[in-house]
Antibody, heavy 116, light 105 residues
Framework: ELLLESGGGLVQPGGSLRLSCVVS????????MTWVRQAPGKGLEWVAI???????EYAESVRGRFVISRDSSNNTIYLQMNSLTPEDTAVYFC???????????WGQGTLVSVSS | IVLTQSPATLSLSLGERATLFCKTS??????LAWYQQKPGQAPRLLIY???IRATGIPARFSGSGSETDFTLTISSLEPDDFAVYYC????????FGQGTKLEIK
């Protein structure tokens, strides 16, 4: 696996989780890395991107609650998710973004379930 | 940008030709990509910049179009092709279409 996500699980509304994406054969510091999610039975929704240059952008639905970060020494991308709601329930995928916005490759995903 | 894919579901037999459509709410030039997703798997990049096949993608997959109207064609369906297909356009919000499910008839 080039990208391997972990950290998903069941969390109560209002809780927090941190997802990790360990990357092989691709230097995260030299690439823009993204998180995309997919709610059960639904389509794809872009969540956040950590640009190669070190800046981050977020979808409006998660801005102010989620934080994407990069650890170049461990070649890992993180997604810190706070104030979770049931609407955040989804499989979360990490992926490399190629110019201009194409995503390749993708990890296998990690499931986040927000429920009481 | 809003991406509208049609049809929502396409039922075809092995060996038939599949044609999937993606319409964007504003011009994206030729900056459109297609992804394939099989049940329980991550999406896979198939086509980018309208018509360029990603690494390892068979030649039976082709893309065409420009500006606001795009097409993904599978020339002769094989069992492995039945999946959900998403289009994505170049945009600040990295928007995806809602998907077309290609199922066996």
């Amino acid at each position: 696996e080039l990208l391997l996500e972990s950290g998903g699980g069941l969390v109560q509304p209002g809780g927090s989780l941190r997802l990790s994406c360990v990357v092989s054969e691709i230097y995260v510091s030299g690439n823009s890395m993204t998180w995309v999610r997919q709610a059960p039975g639904k389509g794809l929704e872009w969540v956040a991107i950590f640009h190669r240059g070190g800046t981050a952008e977020y979808a409006e639905s998660v801005r102010g609650r989620f934080v994407i970060s990069r650890d170049s020494s461990n070649n890992t991308i993180y997604l810190q998710m706070n104030s979770l709601t049931p609407e955040d329930t989804a499989v979360y995928f990490c992926a490399r973004e190629l110019w201009p916005n194409w995503l390749d490759p993708w990890g296998q995903g990690t499931l986040v379930s927000v429920s009481s | 940008i809003v991406l509208t894919q049609s049809p929502a579901t396409l039922s075809l037999s092995l060996g038939e030709r599949a044609t999937l459509f993606c319409k964007t709410s504003q011009s994206v030039g030729f900056y459109l990509a297609w992804y394939q997703q099989k049940p329980g798997q991550a999406p896979r990049l198939l086509i980018y910049d309208t018509s360029i096949r990603a690494t390892g993608i068979p030649a039976r997959f082709s893309g065409s179009g420009s500006e606001t109207d795009f097409t993904l064609t599978i020339s002769s369906l094989e069992p492995d092709d039945f999946a959900v297909y998403y289009c994505q356009a170049r945009s600040d919000w990295r928007t995806f279409g809602q998907g077309t499910k290609l199922e066996i008839k």
